[in-house]
């Protein structure tokens, strides 16, 4: 159930926790500007420096334990390398123009890097490029379209509004959206409900 409360979102500069911040939604432009405004590191995506901010607001640390995770071991040159069916996946992997020609060359020009498909590449260091080009078949056999990951919330709202309302366009969707981005959220997600049309 969506809070439909009087509250005015707050200034970023004025909030004192991590959960507060979280509440509200937050353009990335207006997380960097705060991230350089006190100082931590504002260049990762937009839910990387949400959740900086969050953290220091609430230990005063100016970075995440993930900030620390170990570089890739693996020195391969995605963009330069011969890539063959026997090329290992590794740990460094990268999409890159090369990758993708390899993938043409294997499977014809109608290939397409999809969500999907490179989520699996990142997970699945150790296998070849010939199970990429296995598993990519597969997908692809079986229609599987990429789950819009949890932090997209403007796509999946438009997925679901448009899902509800077919005869109602990207302008009526804009305007809902700037009015439902606009309330607080307990767990931070701005989802689509059909009372949101009242708004």
Not at 14 to 37: F, N
Request: aromatic letters at 10%; a neutral charge.
């Amino acid at each position: 159930m969506t809070n439909r409360s009087n509250e005015m979102r707050p200034e970023i500069a004025a909030i004192t926790s991590g959960a507060e911040l979280k509440r509200w939604y937050w353009l990335k432009d207006e997380l960097a500007a705060e991230a350089k405004r006190i100082a931590l590191k504002s260049s990762d995506g937009k839910f990387s420096i949400l959740d900086r901010i969050a953290h220091y607001l609430d230990t005063g640390e100016r970075s995440l334990p993930s900030d620390n995770k170990p570089s890739p071991k693996s020195k391969f040159d995605w963009h330069s390398a011969i890539l063959t069916p026997e090329t290992i996946i590794t740990d460094s992997y990268k999409n890159s123009q090369n990758v993708r020609r390899f993938f043409r060359a294997q499977i014809g020009e109608q290939f397409k890097i999809t969500i999907g498909f490179m989520d699996w590449l990142k997970l699945n260091a150790g296998a070849t490029l010939a199970d990429a080009v296995t598993e990519y078949q597969r997908m692809t056999v079986a229609g599987e379209r990429a789950p819009i990951c949890d932090h997209n919330q403007f796509n999946q709202f438009t997925v679901d509004f448009l899902r509800d309302n077919p005869n109602d366009g990207m302008s009526e969707l804009r305007r809902v959206w700037a009015l439902k981005r606009a309330l607080p959220s307990e767990d931070g997600r701005h989802v689509y409900e059909r009372s949101d049309l009242e708004l």
